[in-house]
């Protein structure tokens, strides 16, 4: 069992996710639509039903978009988000909200400094061990770090982090491979 689905940001996804961050910063709107896109993400996460609406091309753009406001006005969403959702949806790119998202989260850390890792384990890491390892990682780019940690049980012990491009693999599953590549090789 592999950890949850890794969204990709597609180019259009970028592009609009753009486009809402820069009208949200010079509206003064910015943490109120990063608060939002977040919530929306999350209920995203909770629910097949509104990754099927968003995803599946059997619901026409107008229904996407009616059903996205109804959506965004039950769970309180600011205005200029729900707005977004509706150009996406009437745009016929509801699918690329959820990349849209990941998107903004980079463009939004990016502005407040944030640099972005994530850390994949075998297992749950414990409240320590991840307190531990935004410390370290703090302190390795002279800066604050928003760590997102996935669960991959393949990695079979140790952690692959990536910060950026980087990626630092300490796994035993990686460990093994080069040892099988070694052997090979002798």
């Given at each position: 069992?592999?950890?949850?689905?890794?969204?990709?940001?597609?180019?259009?996804?970028?592009?609009?996710?753009?486009?809402?961050?820069?009208?949200?910063?010079?509206?003064?709107?910015?943490?109120?639509?990063?608060?939002?896109?977040?919530?929306?993400?999350?209920?995203?996460?909770?629910?097949?039903?509104?990754?099927?609406?968003?995803?599946?091309?059997?619901?026409?753009?107008?229904?996407?978009?009616?059903?996205?406001?109804?959506?965004?006005?039950?769970?309180?969403?600011?205005?200029?988000?729900?707005?977004?959702?509706?150009?996406?949806?009437?745009?016929?790119?509801?699918?690329?909200?959820?990349?849209?998202?990941?998107?903004?989260?980079?463009?939004?850390?990016?502005?407040?400094?944030?640099?972005?890792?994530?850390?994949?384990?075998?297992?749950?890491?414990?409240?320590?061990?991840?307190?531990?390892?935004?410390?370290?990682?703090?302190?390795?780019?002279?800066?604050?770090?928003?760590l997102t940690?996935?669960?991959d049980p393949s990695l079979?012990?140790?952690?692959?982090?990536?910060?950026?491009?980087?990626?630092?693999?300490?796994?035993?599953?990686?460990?093994?491979?080069?040892?099988?590549?070694?052997?090979?090789?002798?």
């Amino acid at each position: 069992m592999a950890g949850p689905k890794t969204i990709q940001a597609s180019e259009a996804a970028r592009r609009y996710a753009s486009a809402l961050f820069e009208l949200a910063q010079d509206k003064g709107d910015l943490a109120k639509v990063h608060k939002d896109f977040k919530a929306f993400a999350e209920l995203a996460a909770g629910s097949e039903d509104l990754v099927r609406l968003l995803d599946s091309p059997a619901f026409a753009r107008e229904d996407k978009v009616k059903a996205l406001a109804g959506l965004a006005t039950k769970a309180k969403l600011g205005g200029l988000f729900a707005k977004f959702l509706g150009t996406m949806a009437q745009n016929g790119r509801a699918r690329d909200i959820l990349g849209a998202q990941v998107a903004f989260e980079e463009l939004y850390a990016k502005q407040r400094g944030v640099k972005r890792a994530v850390v994949r384990t075998a297992m749950e890491m414990t409240g320590a061990e991840r307190q531990r390892i935004e410390s370290i990682l703090a302190k390795a780019v002279g800066g604050e770090v928003e760590l997102t940690s996935e669960v991959d049980p393949s990695l079979i012990g140790g952690i692959q982090l990536r910060i950026g491009s980087q990626l630092v693999d300490a796994s035993l599953s990686a460990k093994l491979e080069r040892m099988n590549t070694a052997m090979k090789g002798a």
